[in-house]
């Protein structure tokens, strides 16, 4: 169902779209954790931006998703520093214990898993991001103590 | 007036007004340069590499893509070079690995000296990026119903969520414009689809012609006909009458597409 109300909430408060437009998708993204398309498309015919252009943008940006996210999602780093430390044993403990894959949200839309090349926190490999926090060195044995934390949530 | 500035392109002397770029002034002077993603009626994006040049004089020495480089006093440009020909030759390779078939693309895969390709990709689906009919549809017609999505090599030309365009009007420009035919118009009994390798685009019923009765054309294109071209004009689009009758029968000209198709390099 198209939330109009939401949307001219977010769209009021950029009363110019040029220049805006990526943050208002975000407000967007942040709100409904994604982009469903009926919003977008509204958002088009209320901006008088092309509803391609703004699919194009959407489709560039990783931090746009077309699809549902859970209400949390798991970044692993598997980027080389994190990689040789184990990232791929502690991914395979959330892709384990949650049944899910890569890229995948859980049905009961609590977690999303992805992965990321290297988030700057080399130090702290593995390393792995729960929404906007950070976790370092973290063992499989931790990855699954965190997921119960926010499993509780 | 714009002010001039003095370039040499090849070793020729030339006076060219400001803001021209190098391949619209060497085009002036009959200096071939290769182009795919150019055309003259819309706004070059430098996306082929292939009309590349030397440069150097007034600019750092380097390679530049003369469709976008506008030229400045004292430039000094080569457009044939040794480097760049080996350079060019290797675009080429890479545009063939995907897009083998295209006679259009061979031919002037050959006129720059390139046979085949020592790449080869697994799919071909004929496009070459160039984003000719992104901006045809865009710029010129104004309907948007075309846009870029993903990155890389997955980037791809498609519609609005990848459905059936409903800004698409139908006009075919995007396919008048696509080098290498990936993109392709049919007009099958009473119904035009645009589409590409593994999508359509578009479909759309057609209008008959009120005079023969042979379905020629979407309703979107003929209303957009009817305000990009009629009204300006002050006529209405009184009839529908397909190009042909309106030629044979009422001797009035059917109005010129109002995209002004240019010369490709591949003469369409
Ligand atoms: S046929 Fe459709 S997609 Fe192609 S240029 Fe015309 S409006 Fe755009
Ligand atoms: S479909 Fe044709 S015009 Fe469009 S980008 Fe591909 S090759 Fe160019
Ligand atoms: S490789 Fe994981 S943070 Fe750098
Ligand atoms: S013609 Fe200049 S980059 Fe394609």
Known sequence: MLDIETIDSILAKFPQTKGNLIAILHEVQNHYRYLPEEELRYISKRTGVPITQIYSIVNFYNRFSLKPKGKHVICVCLGTACHVKGAEKVINEVKMKLNIDVGETTDDMKFTLEEVRCIGACSLAPAVVVDEKTYGKVTPKEMSSILAKYNKE | MASKVNITIDGRQIQAPEGMTV???????????????????????????????????????????????????????????????????????????????????????????????????????????????????????????????????????????????????????CVQVCPTGALKMEDRGNERIIYKWGQILARFKLEKCSKCGKPFAPRKYLEHMARKVYKP??????????????????????????FPVGKTPFGF
């Not at chain 2, 689009?237 to 597409?257: H, Q, T």
């Open chain 2, 23 to 173: 391949l619209e002034v060497a085009k002036k002077e009959g200096i071939f340069i290769p182009t795919l993603c150019y055309l003259d009626a819309l706004e070059p994006e430098g996306t082929c590499r292939l009309c590349i040049v030397e440069v150097s004089g007034s600019i750092r020495h380097s390679i530049r893509v003369s469709c976008i480089q506008e030229v400045r006093e004292g430039l000094i440009v080569e457009t044939n070079t040794e480097r760049i020909q080996r350079n060019r030759r290797v675009l080429m390779e890479l545009l063939l690995a995907r897009t083998p078939y295209s006679k259009e693309l061979l031919d002037l895969a050959k006129k720059i000296g390139v046979v085949t390709s020592r790449f080869h990709a697994e799919e071909f689906d004929d496009c070459v990026r160039c984003g000719r009919c992104v901006r045809v549809c865009r710029d010129q017609i104004g309907a948007h119903a075309l846009c870029w999505v993903n990155r890389g090599y997955q980037r791809t030309v498609t519609t609005d969520f990848d459905r059936l365009s409903e800004y698409c009007i139908g006009c075919g420009s």
């Open chain 2, 233 to 258: 004009r002050g006529q209405e689009l009184a009839e529908i009458v397909c190009p042909e009758c309106a030629r044979k029968v009422e001797r009035r000209p059917f109005p010129a597409p109002e």
